[in-house]
């Protein structure tokens, strides 16, 4: 039987891997209780748990990463879907600025450092400013599909009449040739 020196010799890199766990005991202690079999089973139930726990924590953090994808997935739409609607971006940055309404008193000096932002208020801020430029935009479009609509009528008027032109200049010199007497063949 081999022992662990005659391991250590055949297979490159083991004696790495034992110092390793060796000063692991150090860094983090209990690892050996997560790397050994037990055969305990409460010391068994302890880890299901704590796995359990570890596992709840990763898929939550996981969620919150699909949805902060998700969020700025929706805003890169939102700002293609503006661009198309010739919608500049300097006026939506400029629309999404925060203005700073004039204190109604002086306030006491706290050096320098800004007071918390209020979320509800920014919300609400945010929640009116997007309302104004969808309603820009929905006026936008409606004045743009009427101009669209009534160049398409005019263009069409225009067609017609130019045919009906055509007819009615043509009518004079039928009705002159069938009156024009014909020349009989000898």
Excluded: C, H, Y
């Excluded at 083991?14 to 766990?21: K, S, T, V, W």
């Excluded at 939550?60 to 997935?73: M, S, W």
């Amino acid at each position: 039987m081999a022992s662990a020196g005659d391991l250590a010799r055949m297979v490159p890199g083991f004696e790495f891997l034992q110092g390793l766990m060796k000063n692991a005991g150090g860094a983090l202690p209990g690892i050996n209780q997560w790397v050994a079999p037990t055969l305990d089973p409460e010391e068994l139930d302890k880890r299901i748990q704590e796995l359990r726990t570890v596992q709840f924590w990763l898929e939550n953090n996981a969620k919150l990463l699909g949805t902060t994808i998700q969020a700025l997935e929706v805003q890169r739409m939102t700002l293609a879907t503006l661009k198309t609607m010739n919608l500049p971006l300097s006026d939506l940055r400029e629309a999404l600025t925060i203005k700073a309404a004039p204190p109604a008193r002086p306030e006491p000096a706290t050096g320098g450092a800004p007071g918390p932002v209020d979320p509800m208020q920014w919300w609400g801020a945010l929640t009116q400013q997007f309302t104004e430029l969808a309603t820009k935009a929905a006026k936008d479009s409606a004045a743009d599909t009427a101009k669209n609509l009534a160049g398409a009528v005019v263009k069409q008027s225009m067609a017609v009449a130019g045919s009906t032109l055509k007819k009615a200049a043509a009518l004079p010199a039928k009705a002159a040739r069938a009156a024009a007497p014909r020349k009989r063949a000898r």
